[in-house]
């Protein structure tokens, strides 16, 4: 989805891993599970996955063109 936000469709160039930073002991997949909040709160989701996703890619690409990332205070 990231990808796609910025029209890059074959990840394959863009993505790779360094077995260095690999730990065989994780899960392989971890989910969230809202049923609690849903149940006890009556929460609901304002914003899908997909949109957060978007969201954030875009706020980065403005980080980036901002040149903030270079100031003392970003960090």
């Known amino acids: 989805m990231a990808f796609d936000e910025v029209g890059i ?3 394959a160039g863009h993505v790779r891993q360094d077995p260095a930073f ?3 002991a994780d899960v392989v997949e971890l989910r969230g599970d ?3 909040a849903r149940e006890d709160l ?6 899908s996955f997909e949109e ?9 690409i403005a980080r980036l063109s901002s040149g903030i990332e270079e100031s ?3 960090l």
């Not at 009556?42 to 914003?47: A, F, K, R, V």
């Open 72 to 74: 003392p205070d970003y």
């Open 9 to 11: 469709a074959d990840v």
């Open 42 to 47: 009556g929460w609901e989701p304002t914003t």
């Open 22 to 24: 690999m730990r065989p």
């Open 34 to 36: 809202s049923t609690k």
């Open 52 to 60: 957060i996703i978007r969201r954030m890619v875009r706020a980065d």
